[in-house]
């Protein structure tokens, strides 16, 4: 689970958003408590006067007693516009010209749809950031070639990691430097100095959230660029020179702290607050700088649109960014009046989806009770991203229950594919189980055209994986059931074949023809854990998917099992590398695999390494371990190896502490370069 989506549990959304945008400003309190099943469409405002009345309505009407949530806690988030870039910026290098050794590139869902990682490769050079500074290395030498602090401080470690993304001699690099989503209520009476009607006296220096950074590496990297926004990065994708970040924003607005007064006085103050509110309070910011000179601004009413029926209480906005340019520019947002905590691209079409489930587990975890139904939604929202200006937005829909990450969905043959878990997956007898939907576009709606239910009765999704017409799903409770579910036909999908065996995969990916690798982790017959595995399973008949080999690491946990950037597989040696994290004097494998390196670590402390393996026909052959231990006692040499990559033959492990090159064909140490 990522930190983004441990977060969304913990909290309570800030406040409920515009139901209408009509000539008449009066309206009905929006329904906050679930979206209709099915396809639903956006409208845009009329103007700033209409769309401000409409919002202190709807959040009058949300507002309670501490604020927009339980503890007066409440979402900050934010995007931007600007004025458009100067005609005058020139086109970024392509990548140099001489062909680019074979490299693998960063794991992604997708081919041809690059996500941000914390490292990058086109084969000529490597890229990473780590704690705030840029590095970049020459594969061939084997040197360090350049370094670029980002932000001040950034020896420190901010708790946010960051990411970019690599296009010829730029790189996109996205700093999430903070988190805005818990704005702290009011001082209590007379020990604040919150403005009397409670608005944010906060202005663009005071902006908490992502930054995104152009850099030039044609020679020295050197930054060219930088968009600040309010609020929190949801996530980017990349395809050619075009890159799209999705952003999500709330209101800045601040409630008092009155211990002694009353809940209903509460509630009256804070819908005061309310209606002293302006457009600032509620649109988001952004500052850019350029050519040493910076502007600022926010969002525009025009910009923004909304549901006729709506769940999200925040602005989700789209942003696209060339990279070919000199300059990061505008922007040039599309945003909607929605959450959104999920991103997932083919190319030519965007979507960025939301689940409810941060009404239910907060509340229901705490008691042996089924979710309420309305709460129990994802809405998923389709933009066409096939050009290179600003996405359009085509469709929106919604169906019941929750995803686990971007690859429960997938588009293929014009149709959507998503796969959740619905029902109570805590406490004795759970009833959830789990469905896959196919949703086809139609106008400006997805239509749900078909549906697989009654997968994994009393467990919840572990792994889902779309390949062509067939998902493969993975639930788990006490064993673990894969599902090969048959989507050829979208109006008459069905369940073609499953396995059960003990544990279950995290993680799914392709490996060749009627092949698939999975990793998870190992568990007893009662379901209790018992450390990392990597299985092949033969899916070559889908109504009999079988595991054909197993790798299994005591007491092992892998970053692969919960983020599939740290997995790599290189098919042309049929190489799997692994990060692993041991708690134990020993790796070991399953019989029928070869024998197990050692991976010994010192007395106390985990051992951090990355497992090689290759992938046979019939089996695992283990290469042996990569690890970046110095011996120093620092602590960022405790690290663990993060992401691996081949470069023409080379495998570089990159972590905290460094990169390490080594032979793919010896195992042998070539470099070491220090990062740290």
């Not at 081919?111 to 914390?118: F, H, K, Q, R, S």
């Not at 704005?183 to 992502?210: F, L, Q």
């Not at 079409?349 to 975890?365: E, F, G, I, K, S």
Request: glycine share 12%.
């Amino acid at each position: 689970m990522t930190q983004a989506r441990v977060r969304r549990l913990i909290l309570v959304v800030s406040l409920s958003l515009v139901a209408g945008c009509t000539a008449e400003p009066a309206i009905a309190p929006p329904r906050d408590r679930g979206v209709p099943a099915g396809g639903f469409r956006l409208v845009a405002f009329d103007s700033c006067t209409e769309a401000l009345q409409q919002l202190k309505t709807a959040a009058k009407a949300y507002v309670g007693p501490w604020g927009f949530g339980s503890n007066g806690n409440i979402r900050t988030f934010g995007g931007a516009e600007q004025a458009g870039a100067p005609a005058a910026a020139k086109r970024a290098d392509a990548a140099p010209g001489a062909a680019a050794p074979a490299y693998s590139g960063t794991n992604t869902h997708e081919a041809g749809v690059d996500e941000p990682d914390l490292v990058k490769s086109d084969g000529k050079r490597i890229v990473t950031v780590n704690r705030g500074k840029l590095y970049v290395i020459d594969p061939a030498d084997r040197r360090l070639t350049g370094e670029l602090k980002l932000a001040p401080g950034a020896d420190g470690f901010g708790g946010a990691e960051d990411s970019l993304l690599l296009q010829g001699d730029r790189a996109l690099v996205l700093l999430r430097e903070g988190w805005a989503g818990m704005a702290k209520p009011a001082a209590a009476e007379g020990g604040g100095s919150v403005p009397a009607d409670g608005r944010s006296a906060r202005t663009p220096e005071d902006i908490v959230g992502p930054r995104l950074i152009m850099v030039d590496l044609s020679g020295a990297p050197e930054i060219i660029g930088e968009y600040r926004i309010d609020g929190d990065l949801v996530d980017a994708r990349q395809v050619g020179m075009t890159v799209r970040v999705v952003v999500r924003s709330a209101p800045r607005l601040t409630f008092p702290y009155r211990e002694q007064a009353t809940d209903e006085q509460r509630t009256a103050t804070n819908r005061e607050i309310i209606d002293h509110a302006t457009p600032d309070d509620w649109l988001p910011r952004y500052e850019v700088t350029s050519g040493g000179r910076t502007s600022t601004g926010r969002i525009g009413c025009d910009r923004v649109s909304r549901p006729a029926s709506y769940s999200g209480t925040s602005l989700v906005t789209v942003l696209s960014f060339d990279l070919g340019v000199a300059t990061l520019g505008a922007g040039d947002p599309v945003t909607v009046i929605a959450d959104g905590d999920t991103v997932y691209s083919n190319a030519t079409r965007l979507y960025v989806a939301n689940d409810q489930r941060w009404r239910v587990l907060p509340m229901a975890t705490t008691r042996n009770a089924a979710p309420d139904p309305k709460d129990e939604t994802t809405e998923i929202y389709q933009f066409d991203t096939s050009g290179a200006g600003a996405p359009r937005y085509v469709a929106a829909a919604s169906v019941p229950g929750w995803l686990i990450n971007q690859y429960a969905m997938s588009e293929w043959d014009e149709h959507l594919r998503v796969a959740t878990t619905s029902g109570r997956t805590w406490g004795n007898k759970p009833d959830s189980t789990s469905s896959v939907y196919v949703l086809r576009a139609d106008g400006t709606t997805l239509t749900q055209v078909g549906k697989v239910t009654g997968l994994g009765k009393g467990e919840r999704i572990h792994a889902v994986r779309f390949v062509g017409g067939t998902g493969y799903v993975v639930t788990f409770r006490q064993t673990d059931p894969l599902y090969t579910v048959d989507l050829h036909d979208p109006t008459t999908p069905r369940v073609s074949g499953d396995l059960k065996i003990n544990g279950y995969s995290a993680y799914l990916h392709p490996a060749g023809e009627g092949r698939l690798l999975g990793v998870g982790q190992e568990a007893s017959g009662q379901g209790r854990v018992q450390g990392t595995q990597l299985s092949l399973f033969d899916v070559s008949d889908p109504a009999k998917p079988t595991r054909i080999a197993q790798y299994h690491v005591k007491q092992g946990h892998s970053e692969a099992e919960f983020d599939p950037h740290a997995f790599l597989y290189w098919p042309a040696e049929r190489l799997v590398v692994l990060p692993l994290t041991v708690y134990a004097r020993g790796a070991v494998s399953n019989p029928g695999a070869v024998k197990s390196q050692s991976v010994v670590g010192s007395p106390g402390l985990p051992s951090n390494v990355a497992l090689a393996l290759r992938v046979g026909d019939g089996g695992f052959t283990e290469l042996g371990t990569v690890d970046h231990t110095l011996g120093t006692g620092r602590p960022e040499d405790l690290a663990p190896i993060r992401r691996s990559l081949v470069v023409d033959g080379v495998l570089w492990t990159v972590s905290a502490a460094g990169l390490k090159a080594t032979s793919v064909s010896t195992m042998k140490t070539l470099g070491w370069l220090r990062t740290a």
